[in-house]
């Protein structure tokens, strides 16, 4: 059983900053390309930044400059540092995975992690 796990979300003021972190667990032979979504109350959930397993990234015009994706192979864990944060980037933040197993192979999604910028 894969489980993705989500934490550092929280309260923010305006221009701060968060880290999220999200960590893969269970019997998994290899990760390809992990990503971060966010999705907000009656809306679809849309791609904020993904990173490959090569270390390729990618960003929504929204966050480019203000949002780092990372990767740390050894601890199957992903990371979105956000700077500059914007009461419009208020969400429930998700992480997804593209994980190996001897079960499954696809894609695997995290339970969320609430960020809320608000002063």
């Known amino acids: 059983q894969v489980q993705l796990v989500e934490s550092g979300g929280g309260l923010v003021q305006p221009g701060g900053s968060l880290r999220l972190s999200c960590a893969a667990s269970?019997?998994?032979?290899?990760?390809?390309?992990m990503a971060w979504f966010r999705q907000v109350q009656g809306k679809q959930r849309v791609m904020v930044a993904d990173i490959t397993k090569d270390g390729d990234t990618r960003y929504a015009d929204s966050v480019k400059g203000r949002f780092t994706i990372s990767r740390e192979d050894a601890k199957n864990t992903v990371y979105l540092q956000m700077s500059s944060l914007e009461p419009e980037d208020t969400a429930a933040y998700y992480c997804?995975?593209?994980?190996?197993?001897?079960?499954?192979?696809?894609?695997?999604w995290g339970q969320g992690t609430q960020v809320t910028v608000s002063s």
């Open positions: 269970g019997k998994i032979f290899g990760i390809g390309t």
């Open positions: 997804n995975a593209f994980i190996q197993t001897s079960i499954r192979t696809g894609d695997y």
